[in-house]
């Protein structure tokens, strides 16, 4: 049976809203051990947001603006792409490209 090359791309939507806070933490820890003491002051807790009269609290993922944003979350998602038998794993940011042999 002949082997194709496929190549899939993905593009992840409401991105950094998607990562669990004690996600990011721990992958914080696991490979930033110096960053996480700051990262658990801002990020160990709902961080409450206010908007006229209403109050929403922030549960997930890293806050708009916040310059380790992009940091935190490709430190998060790393494992992932690394754990993937994809003979080609590209990222950038949220958007990956596997490739491969596609046998049937």
Known sequence: MPHDHVVI???????????????????VQDSIPTLYAYCYAAYSQHSVL???????LSQEGPQQGDPLGLLLFCNTIQPLLSSLSSDLKLGYLDDLTLGGQFRM
């Open 50 to 56: 206010y908007h006229g009269e209403y109050t929403l």
């Open 9 to 27: 791309k993905l593009d992840f939507s409401i991105t950094f809203n998607s990562l669990h806070r004690s996600d990011m933490l721990h992958a």
